[in-house]
């Protein structure tokens, strides 16, 4: 494969990535990070044995048409990828936005994904997953047990 191939294959990794979350389906987040750990606001979660998925579950809320009603826009994606030992890093930019019937469309997150990967059978798949939110605005209608603003 060449490196153009591969960066894009991992921004598509990236991208489905928020797709899988913007649709609610936490199951399909759980098999992106099958063999990956996720560092967020708690502690490392490992994807084995549906970890990622069951925390997406117990934290983030859905609503009757089965979403967050959520978009995650990722920007500003750069990866570097290191050929010969079959890995790559990329890191990018995070903004989360939201609408509700009662709750006009507004950002209510933003900050930064730093990911590993690595090659496997061929296939780029996930190693890590740090998420580094520096702003936050209302989650208290996407997070459970934030307060209201």
Sequence with gaps: MTATSDTTL????IA???ELVDTGDFAGVG????DAVFI??????LGRDRGVEN??????????????????????????????A???AARSYVTVFQALPDFPLQPVAAGRY?????????HWRFTERRVRIHLVGDVSRHLRGQPTR
């Design 86 to 88: 079959g890995t790559a």
């Design 114 to 122: 730093s990911d590993r990967f690595e090659r496997a059978d061929g």
């Design 55 to 84: 925390m997406l579950r117990d934290s983030v809320i859905l609503y009757e048409d089965g979403t967050p009603r959520t978009q995650h826009v990722t920007t500003n994606i750069a990866v570097d990828i290191h050929e010969e």
């Design 31 to 34: 098999e992106l990070f099958a």
């Design 10 to 13: 991992i921004t598509n990794l």
């Design 40 to 45: 967020g606001g708690g502690a490392p979660v």
């Design 16 to 18: 489905r990535y928020a």
